[in-house]
């Protein structure tokens, strides 16, 4: 049992080493934009809340694409 263990905890550090960059910072900019969509529709401009919640959209799939793509990229070289 601890053979496995100490075999999987290797594996994920190899794993955390590869990252990339601009995820945290998608991920970031998708809370900002979504912050600043509530407070829109908040103080009741709902025409700037709805176009910052479909960039909210945008971003958080570029995010999503940038997990994916690196996942992808670095999938077959461990």
Do not use: W
Not at 21 to 33: C, E, K, M
Not at 34 to 46: D, E, K, M, P, V
Request: proline share 3%; hydrophobic share 45%; net charge positive.
């Amino acid at each position: 049992m601890g053979a496995i263990n100490s075999e999987l905890e290797e594996l994920f550090e190899a794993k955390k080493r590869v990252k990339n960059p601009y995820v945290p910072i998608g991920a970031l900019i998708t809370a900002g934009v979504l912050t600043a969509g509530l407070i829109s529709f908040r103080q009741g401009n709902s025409h700037l809340g709805q176009q910052l919640m479909r960039a909210r959209v945008v971003a958080q799939g570029a995010t999503v694409a940038l997990m994916g793509g690196t996942a992808y990229y670095y999938g077959d070289k461990f």
